[in-house]
Each structure stands twice: as structure tokens, then as C-alpha cells.
């Protein structure tokens, strides 16, 4: 059973990865935030599913530090306002969004489908 | 394994069912045409996948403290999901990202 | 000076003791976090005069598991079907329910039901966005305020 709950923690992982292609489609800021709440749901699952497997308890607790982190960086995202960049011109979002240059990768190619 | 079989074929039939909810929801994520259907797949399909998973995991554990503790990790990420949705969809809106099949 | 409900301390130390068991060795940690919890609990605005009762919280929580295996389903069917059959959209809903717990706690809700979420709140208007059969999540709102209501000991006005 223990090799059993291996692979399905192997099998969750590849759901992981699988989400990386929607981090490189983007288009926009959010959908790729969007894979940080599957890594958080689907990394919780992986370190419950390892806890039971490998019989360490401990991992439980991580679960939880994973858990609350996902939150705190999804609210980040969310707080600083995004910067957005049509042609080279960065358009702010309210009074929290960051200067040109302050969004990293993911303020670069947010594509204005209209 | 010291535990009876029905209880490993119960709870991993939990644990099988929560996997099909999690490759649902990445099936979803990278299938679904804009931001808005995405976060629906994401937080529904996922959800119902890691409770299922944490019913198994729950069944199969030796002391109810680990029983509890896994109840309140999947209570923990519900509420969260939640509200990171509610949160994401929002600053879409205000960012006006375009929903599919709209004319924005 | 807001009165610290000891009943939220014990709450607290019990969540500490059930995460830290079987081995108790950080207990000072665990204090430590009980008072900061508190400290926090009474800063952000303490007991809430009207919350939850909890005896309703056994016909709520079942029908809202149901609900939300119903949501999972219902999106994971979408998300296999090789059509994608999805008419997704925005739609208002009036909120009734008064500001403050019970409306957060609705609004938060949603978005495990079937096909809807909340995406913005402004005064009373909530902006939720469905996957499909807009008709069928407005029905599914309007039960779901009644029994949030009713989960916190208010009547909400139909219609």
C-alpha cells in the first residue's frame, strides 16, 4: 500500500508540472497566479499523501506552512496591483502597483485581447 | 500491512477518487478558454479532490489527532481557495482581463 | 477595553494542541502563539455579537458537502467532455443578508457551489461569475443566502 500512495503522490506531482503550461501561456498575470493556488492545493495533497506513505508525521505540519504561504502569496499578488505593459508603457493599477520594472516576469506579457 | 483489507479498499477508493478530482482540475486549468472558467476549475474540482483525498488519508490514520489535524488542513485550504478565488476574479475584473466570448 | 473571551483561548490551545500532538515538547511555542492569536482576535474586532449557532451548523454542513461534490462534478464533466461545454458569463445578485459575518461568510460559500463564484461586491451588489445556466446558479444563491440566514439566526426577506 505504501508503494501504492507513492505513486499516487508521484501522479499529483505530474498534475503539477502539467500546470507549469498554463504559467508559460499566461496570457494574463492572473492566470499564472492561478497556478500558484494549484501548486498550493496540490502540494498540501502531495505532503499529506507522503506523511502517510513514508510514515512521517512531520510533513503534516509543512502541509500547513504550505497551506497558509499559498494564501499569503496569492493576497501579495493580489495587494501590490499589477503592472501592465502595453507596448512599453507600464499601465498601473490603482495607488499599490509597482513602478516600471517592479513587476518581474509576470508583469511582461499580458496580452490585451480587444 | 496489519490493517483489514476492506479498510485499504475503501480508503484508497477515497484516495483514487480525489486524484480523478486533481487531474480534472489541471485538465480544466489548461483547457478552459479564459481566467474566470479556470479559477472555477481550480478551486471546485481540486477542492473535492484533496477532501476526498484527506476522507482516505483520514480512514487509514492510526490516532484521531492525525485524523483531526487532516481535517483541519483540508478546512484550512477550503477557506482559502475561497477566498484567493473571490480575490483573483476581482482584480481581473479590475484589470480588465476580457472574459471569453465577451465584446470588451 | 475589549473583553478577551476565555472560550477563544481554549479554542486557541486546543487547535495548538491538536496540531503539535503526538509530541508537546514546544509548549512554550504553543503559548506563545495562543496569546498572539488573541492578541489579534481582539485587535481585528473580537466576538462578533451575532455568530453562528451551532446547532444549525448540522443541517448546513452536510448540505454544503453535497453541494460542493455536485460543484466538483459538475466542472470536472466540463473539463473532460471533449465539446468543453461551457456557456460561462457574469451575472448580479442583491445581496439581503446584512453587512458583516453572515455576508462574508455567504459571499465565501459561493464559490464552492455548482458553476458560480463571487468575483466582486460592491454595496449590495454582488458580481458572480457562472460556467453555465445562469438561471440555475441565481436559484442556487437565493437557497444558499436562506440558509446562511438561517445559520446565523436572521430571516431573509424573499425576493
Known amino acids: ?114 | 500491512m496489519s490493517q483489514p483489507l476492506l479498510l485499504d479498499l475503501v480508503s484508497g477508493g477515497f484516495m483514487l477518487a480525489g486524484a480523478f478530482f486533481f487531474l480534472a482540475g489541471t485538465v480544466g486549468l489548461l483547457r478552459f478558454p479564459d481566467v474566470y472558467c479556470r479559477l472555477h476549475a481550480l478551486t471546485k474540482a481540486d477542492n473535492l479532490g484533496l477532501g476526498l483525498l484527506s476522507v482516505g488519508l483520514a480512514l487509514r490514520a492510526d490516532l484521531w489527532t492525525e485524523r483531526v489535524q487532516i481535517l483541519l488542513i483540508w478546512l484550512l485550504v477550503m477557506g482559502a481557495a475561497a477566498t484567493v478565488c473571490h480575490l483573483l476574479a476581482r482584480s481581473s475584473l479590475e484589470e480588465g482581463v476580457p472574459a471569453w466570448g465577451e465584446d470588451s | 477595553m475589549k473583553r478577551v473571551s476565555p472560550i477563544w483561548v481554549g479554542i486557541l490551545a486546543l487547535v495548538w494542541w491538536l496540531l503539535a500532538s503526538p509530541r508537546l515538547s514546544g509548549w512554550w511555542v504553543g503559548i506563545v502563539a495562543v496569546a498572539v492569536g488573541t492578541a489579534f482576535h481582539v485587535a481585528l474586532g473580537g466576538r462578533q455579537r451575532r455568530g453562528m449557532r451551532p446547532g444549525h451548523l448540522a443541517v448546513f454542513v452536510p448540505w454544503f458537502l453535497l453541494q460542493s461534490v455536485r460543484g466538483g462534478a459538475d466542472v470536472a464533466r466540463r473539463a473532460l467532455a471533449p465539446s468543453l461545454p461551457l456557456a460561462p458569463g457574469f451575472l448580479h445578485y442583491r445581496i439581503r443578508l446584512p453587512q458583516g459575518p453572515a455576508r462574508v461568510f455567504f459571499v465565501n460559500c459561493i464559490s464552492l457551489l455548482p458553476g458560480t463564484f463571487s468575483a466582486r461586491l460592491e454595496d449590495d451588489d454582488l458580481t458572480v461569475h457562472h460556467l453555465a445556466e445562469p438561471e440555475a446558479g441565481l436559484r442556487r444563491l437565493a437557497e444558499l443566502e436562506g440558509r446562511v440566514g438561517g445559520l446565523f439566526g436572521m430571516e431573509v426577506a424573499r425576493g
Open chain 1, 1 to 114: 500500500m505504501d508503494d501504492a500512495l507513492l505513486l499516487l503522490a508521484a501522479f499529483l506531482a505530474l498534475n503539477v508540472a502539467a500546470g507549469l503550461v498554463r504559467v508559460a501561456r499566461g496570457p494574463s498575470p492572473a492566470d499564472r497566479m492561478v497556478v500558484a493556488q494549484l501548486f498550493g492545493t496540490t502540494g498540501v495533497a502531495i505532503l499529506l499523501v507522503l506523511a502517510e506513505a513514508m510514515h512521517a508525521p512531520e510533513l503534516r505540519t509543512v502541509a500547513l506552512v504550505f497551506a497558509l504561504l499559498a494564501v499569503v502569496i496569492s493576497v501579495a499578488f493580489v495587494k501590490r496591483g499589477w503592472v501592465r505593459r502595453l507596448g512599453s508603457e507600464p499601465v498601473g493599477g490603482g495607488p499599490g502597483a509597482g513602478g516600471p520594472g517592479a513587476g518581474g516576469h509576470e508583469g511582461e506579457a499580458m496580452e490585451a485581447e480587444r
